[in-house]
């Protein structure tokens, strides 16, 4: 029998209140009864999901949290600090800024899950098995300057972790959000966030996630943005770890004027998958959208990107567009880019572009002719890949750290004779 049944459900809905424990029992019949991923699906091409529920357990107790790394370190003045281990809010410093428990709601508070359970297997878990998180809610013409810094940990080995993360910006409010995820190192676990953000009308909000997972480690992140009238979202994420590493993430323009940004980096390595599935959806007028991804892949990694922009035809005057660009540095690495637009519409402006190749045999050469060896005009080609993508990240202060494990994967690589 599963760790993931009905007796194992009633002991985690006894320690939620009772709102929250009838959405459990209700999301756990779906759950029940739909199938772990096969890789024969659609939304699973090209992806292996090899971590069945049947051999993890849920976290009755949290473990013991990890020590800050690099990427926690960089931010100096922030407007507060939560850290949650193994899906439980163990620590909440927030000046300011209005930060609540899930887990300590006597009532709904209204902000159901924005991932539907049917959506997958993984989704239905979370819905059914998440006891906590936070809600962050910024009152309407209120200004956050500094970031609010959310440390996601995993450390119990042979376990499955549900992260509930909500961001609620109200009218003309402001503010940025960090969120880094880690594992404890060399364990086997999932973890499956949920990340709902919802910016009101003519709110600002910038969102950076680092996913820093230990390579033995799964996560799959579930994350929507829904966007009010005149708002506008700056998102950026960066994949580092994890053996499987999904972010599956959907952007809703609803109001008329609303913008996004979608900045990515990703450098595989090893037996790494990292997998980005995204779906931005216009649909007021003068909507707009920017998606711009880069990655490289070594040794036997992969990487896959599915993006569609799907334009509704009452969104007049629209303009968006979408960049994957990709490096395979090894011979048995793999990157797959499938770009995709959906337009119901007939004013509108977009576009795409995707690349996959190794580094340019033309750009090396002219660094050479100019008397630098081949080892350090591939460096030089590294770096100015992924600056460009680095400098446009939501929150600045994490792009010396990322630019140093980006530039010292490639290096190392390079050194033992693993790239091309």
């Given at each position: 029998?599963?760790?993931?049944?009905?007796?194992?459900?009633?002991q985690?809905a006894?320690?939620?209140?009772?709102?929250?424990?009838?959405?459990?029992?209700?999301?756990?019949?779906i759950?029940?009864?739909?199938s772990?991923?096969?890789?024969?699906?659609?939304?699973w091409?090209?992806?292996e999901?090899?971590?069945?529920?049947?051999d993890l357990?849920?976290?009755?107790?949290p473990?013991?949290?990890?020590?800050?790394?690099?990427?926690?370190?960089?931010?100096?003045?922030?407007?507060?600090?939560?850290?949650?281990?193994?899906?439980?809010?163990?620590?909440?410093?927030?000046d300011?800024?209005?930060?609540?428990?899930?887990?300590?709601?006597?009532?709904?508070?209204g902000?159901r899950?924005?991932v539907?359970p049917?959506?997958?297997?993984?989704?239905?878990a979370?819905?059914?098995f998440?006891?906590?998180?936070?809600?962050?809610?910024v009152?309407?013409?209120?200004?956050?300057?500094?970031?609010?810094?959310v440390d996601?940990?995993?450390v119990t080995?042979?376990s499955?972790?549900?992260?509930?993360?909500?961001?609620?910006?109200?009218?003309?409010?402001?503010?940025?959000?960090?969120?880094?995820?880690?594992?404890?190192?060399?364990?086997?676990?999932?973890?499956?966030?949920?990340?709902?953000?919802?910016?009101?009308?003519?709110?600002?909000?910038?969102?950076l996630?680092?996913?820093?997972l230990d390579?033995?480690?799964?996560?799959?992140?579930h994350?929507?943005?829904?966007?009010?009238?005149?708002?506008t979202?700056?998102?950026?994420?960066?994949?580092?770890?994890?053996?499987?590493?999904?972010?599956?993430?959907?952007?809703?323009?609803?109001?008329?004027?609303?913008s996004?940004?979608?900045?990515?980096?990703?450098?595989g390595?090893?037996?790494?998958?990292?997998?980005?599935?995204?779906?931005?959806?216009?649909?007021?007028r003068?909507t707009?959208?920017?998606?711009f991804?880069?990655?490289?892949?070594?040794?036997?990694?992969?990487?896959?990107?599915?993006?569609?922009?799907?334009?509704?035809?009452?969104?007049?005057?629209?303009s968006?567009?979408?960049?994957?660009?990709?490096?395979?540095?090894s011979?048995?690495?793999?990157?797959?880019s499938?770009?995709?637009?959906?337009?119901?519409?007939?004013?509108?402006?977009?576009?795409?572009?995707?690349?996959?190749?190794?580094?340019e045999?033309e750009?090396?050469?002219?660094?050479?002719?100019?008397?630098?060896?081949?080892?350090?005009?591939e460096?030089?080609?590294?770096?100015?890949?992924?600056?460009?993508v680095?400098?446009r990240?939501p929150?600045?202060?994490?792009?010396e750290?990322?630019s140093?494990?980006?530039?010292?994967r490639?290096?190392?690589a390079?050194?033992e004779?693993?790239?091309?």
């Amino acid at each position: 029998m599963t760790s993931f049944d009905t007796e194992n459900l009633e002991q985690l809905a006894a320690t939620v209140p009772s709102w929250r424990a009838s959405q459990m029992k209700a999301a756990y019949k779906i759950f029940d009864g739909l199938s772990e991923p096969t890789g024969a699906e659609e939304d699973w091409r090209y992806v292996e999901f090899d971590t069945p529920f049947s051999d993890l357990a849920p976290v009755f107790q949290p473990g013991e949290p990890l020590e800050p790394g690099p990427f926690l370190d960089a931010v100096g003045s922030s407007s507060g600090r939560v850290v949650i281990v193994d899906g439980h809010v163990v620590s909440v410093d927030a000046d300011g800024i209005d930060v609540s428990r899930v887990a300590s709601r006597d009532e709904d508070p209204g902000l159901r899950g924005a991932v539907p359970p049917d959506h997958n297997k993984l989704a239905a878990a979370h819905a059914a098995f998440a006891t906590d998180g936070i809600i962050v809610e910024v009152a309407d013409n209120q200004v956050i300057e500094d970031p609010l810094v959310v440390d996601v940990q995993a450390v119990t080995a042979d376990s499955a972790s549900f992260p509930h993360l909500v961001v609620s910006l109200g009218e003309n409010a402001e503010a940025s959000v960090l969120v880094v995820y880690r594992s404890a190192e060399g364990r086997s676990l999932l973890m499956i966030p949920e990340v709902d953000l919802r910016v009101g009308d003519g709110a600002r909000l910038k969102f950076l996630a680092v996913q820093s997972l230990d390579h033995a480690a799964n996560i799959v992140v579930h994350q929507r943005i829904h966007l009010g009238r005149d708002a506008t979202s700056r998102v950026g994420e960066v994949g580092l770890g994890g053996n499987l590493g999904r972010l599956d993430l959907g952007v809703d323009l609803l109001g008329d004027g609303s913008s996004s940004e979608v900045v990515g980096i990703y450098f595989g390595e090893g037996s790494q998958t990292l997998d980005y599935r995204m779906v931005v959806n216009h649909h007021g007028r003068r909507t707009s959208s920017d998606v711009f991804l880069k990655g490289a892949v070594e040794d036997d990694s992969q990487s896959v990107f599915t993006g569609l922009l799907r334009i509704e035809k009452d969104a007049e005057r629209t303009s968006t567009f979408e960049t994957n660009r990709n490096l395979v540095l090894s011979d048995n690495a793999k990157a797959q880019s499938v770009p995709n637009l959906e337009i119901l519409c007939d004013d509108v402006i977009c576009g795409h572009a995707s690349s996959v190749g190794p580094l340019e045999e033309e750009h090396l050469y002219y660094l050479q002719s100019r008397g630098l060896n081949r080892s350090r005009a591939e460096r030089l080609l590294i770096r100015g890949f992924f600056q460009e993508v680095i400098d446009r990240l939501p929150i600045e202060s994490v792009g010396e750290p990322v630019s140093a494990e980006v530039f010292s994967r490639f290096v190392t690589a390079q050194e033992e004779g693993r790239v091309s």
